[in-house]
C-alpha cells in the first residue's frame, strides 16, 4: 500500500471524520472506498480517442483570425 498527503477543505474533513466514527471505520477506509466508486465510474465512461486528441487543440474563447495574423506579422516585423 503506497501513503500520500492530500489537503482538503475544513468542512469536507470534518464530515469526513463524522461520516467514519458514525460507520466505526477509519478515515482512510472510507477514502479508498471513495476513490473506488469514482475510478469504476469513470472506467464505466468510454473516451473516444480522437475526441479527446482533437480537444487539446482547442482555444478557449473567440478569436478574431484577422487579428491574430496582424499581431503575429507586427511582432515577426518587430513593429
Do not use: C, N, W
Not at 466505526?24 to 486528441?53: N, Q, W, Y
Request: proline share 3%; no cysteine; net charge positive.
Amino acid at each position: 500500500m503506497q501513503r500520500m498527503q492530500v489537503y482538503i477543505p475544513e468542512k469536507l474533513f470534518t464530515h469526513l471524520k463524522s461520516r467514519a466514527a458514525i460507520e466505526e471505520v477509519s478515515m482512510s477506509d472510507l477514502v479508498r472506498k471513495g476513490l473506488r466508486i469514482v475510478l469504476k465510474h469513470d472506467e464505466t465512461k468510454k473516451a473516444d480517442p480522437m475526441k479527446v486528441f482533437v480537444g487539446q487543440g482547442r482555444i478557449q474563447g473567440k478569436t478574431d483570425a484577422v487579428k491574430e495574423i496582424k499581431r503575429y506579422y507586427q511582432k515577426s516585423s518587430g513593429k
